[in-house]
């Protein structure tokens, strides 16, 4: 399964199926279990859209392929294969090319703070697949892990990736974001035009309920002890997707040490941004982004998200508060909420 364990699951869904007698139109949904969380699909059926059976087949399908391409948590995936090689090449499919070009991308946009290679880091730290428990490593032991990664030493050539080191590539920054975009676009081929999409916290909404509201989504404050909704906005053809670190961590001698590490220096973050939320028609895109804007910290994420107009809200530290922040991007789509 693609990894959804170290993910905040801080996006939640508010929207209420509805009584369809009172409508020609009604709001169904189907969920499951994938990438060791869950999804679930909310919709508008009509008299024009497929059975809920033969669309909640269509969407497993997507996340079962997804799955066997992009999963760093089993043998035989695509990426898997790849991961083993000490050098060389192999045919990918469309879904691994494509989720390297976005990885990329975004990697290059922020200098960095997004790297698809730092599989060896995480595990050293005792976050990923291969990791053997947390612990912390030594510096020696960061400086040669470090030697096997950076996404320079990855490339597409044609149909073909290619390394010139053993690096380990890891989608888990971006696969559920992509994957909420490929069970979109196909829910949209076959006639849905009103849904929310929620898959392991990354999510999209777009159209309207039956009675004309529009799909809401609530952004939880930062807390390891309940659920609080911090800020409920309204969606519609945007993605959502948020990073945080309050609930995924460890503590050693009194230290806390984030799962979320910074590529740049292979250590965890140790800023006080608490989490970020982004929001952009692209869930993939929202969903690397929040990763980007998490390593950044809130002074350089502020200034990076106001520069490149990003949609992001930013929950910080002081102290034993919780300080939000949003950027003119954010405000502009859901007007300007008091700090808290």
Request: with cysteine; aromatic share 6%.
């Amino acid at each position: 399964m693609v990894q959804a364990s170290f993910r905040p699951v801080i996006v939640v869904a508010l929207a209420a199926t509805l009584a369809g007698c009172l409508f020609q139109d009604k709001v169904e949904s189907f969920s499951g279990p994938t990438m060791g969380s869950t999804y679930t699909v909310k919709y508008v059926a009509s008299a024009d859209t497929p059975d809920k059976a033969q669309l909640q087949q269509q969407t497993e399908a997507i996340l079962a392929e997804i799955d066997k391409q992009a999963s760093t948590y089993r043998a035989d995936s695509d990426i898997e294969i790849f991961n083993e090689l000490p050098a060389g090449c192999m045919t990918m499919p469309d879904g691994v090319r494509t989720l390297l070009e976005a990885g990329r991308t975004l990697s290059d946009e922020s200098d960095g703070a997004l790297d698809l290679t730092i599989e060896p880091l995480l595990n050293l730290w005792g976050f990923g697949p291969r990791g053997q428990g947390e612990r912390v490593p030594s510096a020696d032991e960061i400086a040669t892990a470090r030697q096997d990664v950076g996404q320079h030493h990855v490339r597409i050539e044609g149909e073909q990736v290619c390394k010139d080191r053993p690096v380990q590539v890891d989608f888990n920054s971006i696969a559920a974001g992509y994957a909420v975009d490929q069970v979109t676009a196909k829910l949209e081929a076959s006639g849905v035009s009103s849904y929310l999409v929620e898959i392991t916290g990354e999510l999209k909404a777009q159209g309207r309920k039956p009675d004309g509201a529009p799909w809401r989504i609530a952004i939880e404050a930062p807390r390891d002890d309940e659920r609080v909704a911090q800020r409920v906005i309204e969606l519609d053809g945007l993605g959502v997707s948020t990073s945080g670190d309050y609930r995924n961590y460890f503590e050693r001698n009194g230290k806390r040490y984030s799962h979320t590490l910074d590529p740049n220096t292979g250590a965890p973050i140790e800023h006080h941004l608490a989490a970020v939320t982004v929001v952009d028609p692209s869930t993939l895109r929202a969903d690397g982004l929040s990763t980007v804007l998490m390593v950044l910290g809130p002074e350089r994420g502020l200034a990076y998200a106001a520069k490149h107009k990003i949609a992001a809200f930013f929950v910080v530290r002081e102290g034993q508060e919780f300080i939000s922040k949003s950027t003119e991007a954010f405000d502009e789509l859901f007007g300007a909420g008091a700090e808290q």
